[in-house]
């Protein structure tokens, strides 16, 4: 029977970054994929990673500590955050770097000026300093596994594109130099910087295998039963531990439907993330927590538009809501939110609920954007001056527009003035919009820092709107862990020899989502201590659940 000191489900950022810190422990590895291609949603991701108190900034000149992290963490927390595991985050953050430094190929730089998501609470970060991103890396380091990463090649740094606060122009001489070196940046340059980590020290991923139960022996997780497309069930036995680094469960509609606070639509993320990890531990019956949160995000829904996975894209709406010229409203034509927050603060808006229609309030909900927005910023991949793209709804009037999109036009029109009267009076009295400095962020960059980054008048035919729905990143609930992501029984007692990191954790930041990479930062903190613990051997536990050779 295959064995290995340490078993690891997933090969996100978390997964990989726990099979490399138990290996580099001294453990032998095993490290399994249930999709046919690497590095999860984080491949699929800009590669950000929130981490404060770091020093890079710190070389930078700019200014944090443990306790202003910790100071802004609890600022969000709404008794959602426990307080040793963001105790646990902020202090591994220097031990994560330093290790992904000496022990592999990743190398973490600044994304500049990039704002905290929530910059003026307590402990805040206006200037930024938080938010790091990887270096570019060469493909040919994984040899033919480049070919197996999941998502597109992205030959650029997240500080080059709009939602980074670049200019999204590369000069193509630039370009043409990546292209021929096969340099990537954002998240598959991250997951392939981790994954040659992981091949340098043999540990190689066996993809296309879904683990479908845990084997619990003497009192223990000692290992995972493997199901592949062929070749038939098998057990991989594990001497420490199994690692949960499954992703979320956002895929699986009836666990969406149980657990999350409000509906979702067209998830964004790998289509393998359907709770495969949380179903496992809940049969042996784990401790839960924050499963009605997730990472929350606004998408459309391009029309003909067709995912690399066969089904409907999802695109995140991030930059177009914040440009001047554009506001949100719901089926009875008003705005509702300030559009211009962090997409994660935006989600909750959509969960609001009529009572008297015993509907969500804010579903349906549509982007209005003025023709000289467009024209002038470009928006869903066109550039400045261009034409918008046909599949959005266009009219020549915001009456005609209504019409079209079966809203009353007497109250869109009535919006729009509202809006206009605040525009010109430099104030959103009604959502804060642009109050603060995080909100202009995406918005026009040459009145950055001031609310005309993102308040516009709309004002200029032909009008445009597109259809706005209530997705999330992944979800953030599972089993709950202690600072070393163990698994924690019904009695809140460990659970020996399961750990659980990543998306399929109980995330240590609660509702909140600190800055931009706040996913992925505490996914490699916790992906680190994890497999470094791991690494371990733990003495046998009594669990909460009969001994048995199959959970399936």
Sequence with gaps: METYDVVVLGTGAAGLTAGLAAASSGASVGLFEKSARVGGTTALSGGVVWLPDNKYARQAGISDSRDEALTYLRSLSNGTMREEMIAAFVDGVGELVDWLEEETPVRLKLVARYPDYHPERPGGKPGGGRSLEPELTSLDAIGEWAGSLAGQPRRLYIGEIPSGGGTGVIPDDVFAGRKARNLEGLGRGLVAGLLQGCLEREIVPEVGARAAGL??????VAGVHIERPEGGPRTVRARNAVVLATGGFEWDADLARTFLRGPIDHPPGVSANTGDGLKM???????????????WVPVIA?????SPGGGQLAVLLLRERTLPGTIMVN??????????????????AFHAFEVSQF???????????????????????TKPGGNAPGWMT???????????????????????????????RGHDGDFGRGQSIYDGW????????????????ISSPPFYAVRVYPSVLGTKGGPQTNPDGQVLDLNGELIAGLFAVGNVMAAPTGMAYG????????????????GRHAAMPVPAQRLSIADSTSSR
């Design 442 to 457: 995406c918005g026009d960059q040459t009145h950055y820092g001031t609310p005309q980054a993102t308040l516009g008048e």
């Design 281 to 295: 531990a809940m049969k042996i019956g784990v401790q839960l927590g924050n499963m009605r949160e997730a990472w």
């Design 515 to 530: 800055g931009a990479g706040g996913t992925l930062g505490p996914a490699m903190v916790f992906g680190y201590r994890a």
């Design 394 to 424: 266009r009219a020549r009037s915001l009456t005609a527009l209504a019409d079209a999109l079966g809203l009353p036009g007497s109250e869109l029109t009535a919006t729009v003035a509202r809006w206009n009267d605040q525009v010109r």
């Design 359 to 381: 509907r969500y309030a804010n579903i349906p909900a549509w982007l209005i954007l003025d023709g000289q927005c467009v024209t002038k910023y470009g928006c869903f991949g």
């Design 331 to 348: 089926r009875t034509g008003r705005r509702f939110t300030n559009e211009a927050a962090s997409y994660n603060a935006l989600g909750p």
């Design 302 to 306: 391009p029309p003909g538009a067709v």
């Design 215 to 220: 084997l619990v022996e003497s009192g223990r």
